[in-house]
């Protein structure tokens, strides 16, 4: 069983910097790819950010390109999202997904199963 725990959101001002952390449990082989999504009330979730650890291989969404930095600590089965420069814009619930295949630069529900409950980041001007 998948299971995905989020944690490190915040508020913080415009400008400043977040580390999200996800511990990823039962992925019990290589062949997957974890993800950051993002929500607003009354908006679509939008992908934010993937890797495919395996092929050491990650992708990003536009309005986070430069900004954010996906990573993997494998031995702690953690992955990690650096977010800096801030944005109010970048103000969502933020959610970690998992993939049980190699999602090169997908964001969609059909290749993320697997959810975590979020963590709520929230950008102040």
């Known amino acids: 069983q998948v299971h995905l725990v989020e944690s490190g959101g915040d508020s913080v001002q415009a400008g400043g910097s977040l580390r999200l952390s996800c511990v990823a449990t039962g992925l019990s082989h290589s062949r997957y790819s974890l993800a950051w999504f993002r929500q607003t009330p009354g908006k679509e979730r939008e992908g934010v950010a993937g890797?495919?650890?395996?092929?050491?291989?990650?992708y990003y969404a536009d309005p986070v390109k430069g900004r954010f930095t996906i990573s993997q600590d494998s031995a702690k089965n953690t992955v990690y999202l650096q977010m800096n420069s801030l944005e109010p814009e970048d103000t969502a619930m933020y959610y970690c997904?998992?993939?049980?295949?190699?999602?090169?630069?997908?964001?969609?529900?059909?290749?993320?199963?697997?959810w975590g409950q979020g963590t709520q980041v929230t950008v102040s001007s």
């Open positions: 997904a998992a993939s049980t295949i190699y999602a090169y630069g997908r964001f969609d529900s059909q290749a993320f199963r697997y």
């Open positions: 890797i495919v650890p395996r092929h050491s291989i990650t």
